[in-house]
DNA sequence: GTCTATAACACGATAGAC
DNA sequence: GTCTATCGTGTTATAGAC
């Protein structure tokens, strides 16, 4: 394991105010002082706030889409990738929930790695979509439209960091389960 | 119908605006220039940039709450009242996108009015909650965790102002019957 | 009702002492 | 590596002319 640099700790100490606030509500200020040090000794280790919210959401953007690609590449059945979809999402929201929250919510304050984000989002949500088209040919998935299908899915899945923290009862293998088990077969007895 | 006010006005061109970029990163100078004025010009039709934050979130959630404590005093099977709070979501984001997303990222904002919203929330998250709960009870929804399918059906909710812009082509009792379907129904074959 | 001008302050970031 | 001091700019909001 790499021992955690201070720069490390600015980026997380930042992910969580940029989840309470949005990242344009933060100041360096406001970064500095949950630091226990002045704005300007933040400059010793990050090249500027910019920096901060890149190193946040590329990295969890890289993961996803990696993941992703894993993912389909295999020859499970529709059905199973998008249960190992849910449990990648519980996964990574769990080990990260603040970076989530900015991934989320602040991806459009990227200045110069914007459209590489995006290119990432787009990426993701075409291998999704393509994963839910085919199961609706394999007769596995019902025949409704792929797109509501992958939407109700990723705004939950999107949505787990706000409730991951309310939850620490539960464990990530027993949400993601009961996750699939909603998703997928609904909830009409 | 009563006109619409310049104020009406700039409330609704600031709502589309921080929909972009989220209330901390739009300047009453952004604001102006897309209503065609100068910023001093806006303080003549409103009293602060708080306030028509304000009046964007707290109208929405009123709307909400009371629509909920409606559907839910009627004596409608659980399901039923299900498929009528995903019908409500449908009809207030069609006609309000823009608004659905500052009330959803950009509450935290609010100043005065940040108790009131809470307390209107938790309103309507309790009685969503009790209608679930009542359904496992009365066996007509699986027994399942209440907080956990409440969860997943308000993710897919809150997060129809992403979505909807950008399917025109649906209309919303379309919409709210393919959303019923696959929220209580699930995708499983 | 819109404008110009500006007050009063906060912002991100840098310089240079220690 | 952290500090104090500060630069240059952007921010909400007000004053007062038209």
């Known amino acids: 394991m790499k021992p955690e640099t201070r720069k490390d700790e600015i980026i997380k100490t930042a992910a969580k105010l ?24 933040l400059y010793n ?11 946040i959401i ?5 993961e996803f889409t990696q993941s992703m690609e894993v993912i389909n590449s295999s020859n499970a059945s529709s059905l199973d990738k998008l249960s190992q979809i849910i449990a990648l999402h519980v996964k990574i ?7 989530m929250a900015s991934l989320n919510n602040d991806w459009m304050h990227l200045e110069d790695q914007l459209a590489y984000y995006l290119k ?15 199961g609706i040919s394999a007769s596995e998935i019902k025949n409704l439209n792929p797109e ?42």
Do not use: C
């Not at 280790?45 to 190193?55: R, T, V």
């Not at 929201?93 to 970076?99: C, H, K, L, P, V």
């Not at 992958?150 to 409730?163: E, H, I, K």
């Open 45 to 55: 280790h990050i090249s500027s706030k910019q920096e901060i919210l890149k190193e």
């Open 18 to 41: 940029f989840k309470e606030k949005g990242y344009s509500a933060v100041t360096m200020r406001d970064l500095a002082t949950a630091m226990g040090m002045k704005a300007a000794s």
């Open 120 to 134: 990432l989002r787009n990426n993701y949500e075409t291998i999704f979509l393509n994963i839910i088209e085919e």
């Open 93 to 99: 929201t769990t080990n990260n929930t603040s970076g």
């Open 148 to 189: 509501t299908i992958m939407f109700s899915m990723l705004s939950t899945l999107r949505s787990l960091y706000l409730w991951i923290p309310k939850k620490e009862a539960l464990n990530a293998n027993d949400l993601a389960n009961s996750l699939s088990n909603i998703l997928i077969q609904g909830i009409n007895k």
């Open 58 to 62: 590329i990295s969890l953007a890289e």
